[in-house]
Structure formats: structure tokens, C-alpha cells
């Protein structure tokens, strides 16, 4: 150990043979001297002596490496449409190119008729009034984000009635409870875990009350013997008293895909009509930028809009920018479903996904083409059998083969079934085909 921390090479030794190989007048010395010294940190720390690649090849990867970009896009082959690990929806073309437009100055906050400032919400909220019917609306950075404004604004100094079995954790730490106790609104509980009546409700209703809230389970599923009540039905039982009723809707489906056989999330108009506050998602089935919605009564819109936590959580340009442009292909329900990438993936033909994963297969050479099923994603329609055909490929090991997918340039994720590597076409675009049997070419070699 002592012998080998010996042998360990000075920093300065390492810097005049960088000079000399002319890695230091391509990098900022102080990149250089941190590079050099995590080499010798790492051999030190592993008993390790000089690198197979030589002290400095193994600083130059370092430094190479402390370049690589850390948020690198990457192919979905997994078949899980809203992939939350891989950011959710990939958006419309069209609002690909309003997030580049975005990126210079943009009329964010700017009436360009007056010449004077306007509101940076003003850019969505004709087009959510239009496709949702709500008399307002107001978009914030998520739908936690949202769902906490509201009830902040609407809620935080009273009591809000929820029931036991929607009481739920969505995913990534977001809990139902834990919100409400951050807004500053008492929950009160009504209700079974599989079991909940109007009754229930209507005992529970006080002049405390400053809200009822109702929350669509996403990702999670009570059968059997259970009852629920209508976002209708509540909103008629609480109208008497004047109480508001937020309704969490988790993914904003806008147009119906029953026709698809993808049926059990609430739509947003449904919702809307009903007369609640409505919460949803910009990023899970709406398939735009990561942004949460809030559409309803404009009093109640009124309120929320004017809290001070709406400034805090108020999005940014580019999220304004993709979203009205991703909203504005909705106008045409055919439109939205060939343009914004998540309603087309959902609503591919099996007979499409079949022809081309026939293709990708001849592309990869050596593969099979076998049934299997794709995976809506981001908690919406949890139970769906969206039918798809994979590719699969088999390796000595599945494990390395994907490992070595991840390490492509662009990474490919894929997944593991019945012991082979299978790829599922419904999120891959065909663009995709190249890189992916080339990745898959380059495994098999190494
Ligand atoms: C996904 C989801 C949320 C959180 O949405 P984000 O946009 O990820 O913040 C909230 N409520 C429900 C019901 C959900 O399904």
C-alpha cells in the first residue's frame, strides 16, 4: 500500500506531461489540476497503480467526462409513453420550436397593441377557457404546485373535507395529507378506506369548511365493494353553503379516447361542467410542458390568481410558450391526436406497431418479433392492455447488453422480457431505428 501510494505520480509531474501533450492549452488549468488530482485521489482510495490507459489518458477521460452534458437526451424503447425518469411527454414539433423561439426575448408579460404590460397567463387562458369551457384559468410550474396554491388560497384557514380512500400518495413524495398540512388547511377525514356516501360528506360540512376536495387515485385502484361520490354530486351538496370543491384529476385528458379502447380518466370538460376547480397535470396525458393547470369559476379563479404564492409559483416563458402552442393543436381534435406525440403513441394502430417493429427487427438483423404490452405511464389509465409488438434480441447477458445501451451515444433504454432484450416500437420514432440497431450492433461486438 505505502509502495504503491509512492509510486503515485506528483501533480506537477502530470501538469508538464499535459503541457507537453497539448491536453492543457485545450483546458482551463483550473479543470486540469482538478482532474489530475481525483486521478490520484481515485488510485489512492482503490490501492490502484498506473491506469491501463496511463496516468494521463486516465486524467483526460476525466476531464472529457466533467464535459459531457448530464441532462442528454436519450431513446425511449421501454414503451412506457410517460416515463417519468425520462421527463414525461415529448413535445409537438410545433412546441419544440415555441421553446427555441422562447428562448430570446419573447411578449411574455408585454401587450404588444398598448405597448403597455399585460399578464403572462393571458397567453393560455383563452385557449384553456375554449377547450375546457371553465370561466378561467390559471397555469402554475406542476399540478402539486397547483393543487397547493389552491388550497392555499381557497382553503387555508379553515377546514377541507377528503375522503379516506382518496387520501393517496401519486409518486416522487407527493402525499395528499402532507399537502393540505403545508397549505395550512385542517383535513378533516370522512368516509372508509373502500367506502364513501354524500352522507358522509353533508355530516362533515361546517362553517369551517372552506373546501371539499376531490382526488383522482391515479396510479392506485380500490375493487370490489366500494362506493364513491361524483365530482356532480358533490359540487350540488356543497352549493348551498357556497363551498368550493377543488377536484385533482391527476393527468388532463382534453379529448376522449374511448374510441381507442383507453377509457377510466376523468375528462376535463366533464369535470369542469360539473362546476369544481379543476387541477391537472400539462405534461402526463395533455402530452405538453411540465406545467400544473387550474381551470373553474372565475371567482374562485380570482382568489387563487391573487395569492401571494401564485407569483412563487407562477412558470416560466418556455413553459408558456410550449404549452399555448401544444394547447392550440387541440382546437382540432384530429390535429392533436397525429401532432402531439403522447395521443399519437397512445392511439397507434397494433397493425402500424407491428409493420414497423417487423422493420426494426430487419434493421437490428438477428431478431425476433413477438406480442407483448406498452405501459401508458405517469399514473393515467393504470389498467390499460395497450396491445404492441416488441422487438427482442437475445444476449449471453441481458443485463450487460442493456448497460451497454445506456453507454451508446444517444443511450437507448430498453427493457428485459422472458430473457431477452426486447425494444417496443410504440415510443420509438423511426428516426430512432438507426441508432438503436447500430447501439444494438456495437453491443453485440463488445
Ligand atoms: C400526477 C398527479 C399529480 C402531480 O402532478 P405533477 O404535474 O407531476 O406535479 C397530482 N395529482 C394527481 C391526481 C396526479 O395524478
Known amino acids: 500500500m505505502n509502495d504503491r501510494r509512492r509510486s503515485l505520480p506528483p501533480v506537477n509531474a502530470l501538469l508538464s506531461e499535459a503541457e507537453r501533450t497539448g491536453l492543457s492549452g485545450r483546458t482551463p488549468h ?10 490520484l485521489d481515485a488510485a489512492r482510495k ?13 486524467v483526460e477521460r476525466r476531464v472529457t467526462e466533467g464535459y459531457r452534458r448530464s441532462l442528454t437526451p436519450v431513446i425511449n424503447a421501454t414503451g412506457v409513453v410517460l416515463h417519468t425518469n425520462l421527463g414525461r411527454a415529448p413535445l409537438a414539433d410545433a412546441a419544440r420550436q415555441a421553446l427555441a423561439d422562447a428562448a430570446g426575448y419573447v411578449a411574455l408579460e408585454y401587450e404588444l397593441d398598448e405597448g403597455r404590460r399585460g399578464s403572462r397567463q393571458d397567453h393560455t387562458r383563452r385557449l384553456l377557457r375554449e377547450l375546457t369551457g371553465a370561466e378561467d384559468a390559471f397555469v402554475a410550474t406542476n399540478a402539486a404546485a397547483a393543487l397547493f396554491l389552491a388550497l392555499s388560497a381557497l382553503a387555508a384557514d379553515g377546514e377541507t373535507i377528503v375522503s379516506r380512500s382518496e387520501l393517496v400518495e401519486i409518486g416522487g413524495g407527493f402525499r395528499i395529507p402532507e399537502i393540505l398540512a403545508k397549505s395550512g388547511t385542517r383535513l378533516v377525514e370522512v368516509g372508509t378506506t373502500n367506502r364513501v356516501r354524500a352522507a358522509d360528506y353533508q355530516n362533515a360540512l361546517s362553517p369551517r369548511t372552506r373546501c371539499v376536495l376531490k382526488v383522482h387515485r391515479s396510479n392506485f385502484r380500490i375493487t370490489g365493494f366500494t362506493s364513491e361520490v361524483g365530482v356532480d354530486e358533490l359540487v350540488s351538496l356543497c352549493r348551498p353553503q357556497g363551498t368550493p370543491v377543488i377536484h385533482d384529476i391527476g393527468s388532463g385528458l382534453l379529448i376522449d379516447l374511448a374510441s381507442h379502447g383507453l377509457t377510466g380518466e376523468p375528462l376535463v370538460r366533464g369535470s369542469v361542467a360539473s362546476g369544481a376547480v379543476v387541477v391537472f397535470s400539462g405534461d402526463k396525458l395533455l402530452g405538453g410542458p411540465q406545467a400544473g393547470i387550474i381551470v373553474g369559476p372565475g371567482a374562485l379563479l380570482s382568489r387563487i390568481a391573487s395569492d401571494p404564492l401564485a407569483r412563487a409559483l407562477r412558470p416560466d416563458k418556455s413553459t408558456v410558450a410550449a404549452l399555448e402552442v401544444t394547447l392550440a393543436l387541440y382546437r382540432d381534435p384530429g390535429v392533436a391526436i397525429t401532432e402531439i406525440p403522447v395521443l399519437r403513441m397512445l392511439t397507434a394502430s397494433p397493425a402500424d406497431l407491428a409493420r414497423r417493429a417487423r422493420r426494426l427487427a430487419r434493421k437490428i438483423g438477428g431478431a425476433t418479433v413477438t406480442a407483448g404490452e406498452s405501459e401508458v405511464g405517469g399514473g393515467a389509465f393504470p389498467e390499460a392492455h395497450l396491445a404492441t409488438t416488441l422487438v427482442a434480441v437475445a444476449a449471453t447477458s441481458c443485463e450487460a447488453m442493456l448497460e451497454a445501451l445506456r453507454r451508446h451515444a444517444p443511450p437507448i433504454i430498453a427493457r428485459i422480457t422472458e430473457g431477452k432484450v426486447v425494444f417496443d416500437v410504440r415510443t420509438l420514432s423511426d428516426d430512432d431505428f438507426g441508432p438503436v440497431a447500430a447501439a444494438v450492433q456495437a453491443a453485440r461486438g463488445g
Not at 483550473?30 to 486521478?39: F, N, Y
Not at 490502484?48 to 486516465?58: D, I, S, T
Open 30 to 39: 483550473a479543470v486540469l489540476v482538478r482532474a489530475i488530482r481525483e486521478t
Open 46 to 58: 482503490y490501492a490502484g497503480g498506473e491506469p491501463a490507459e496511463g496516468w494521463l489518458g486516465a
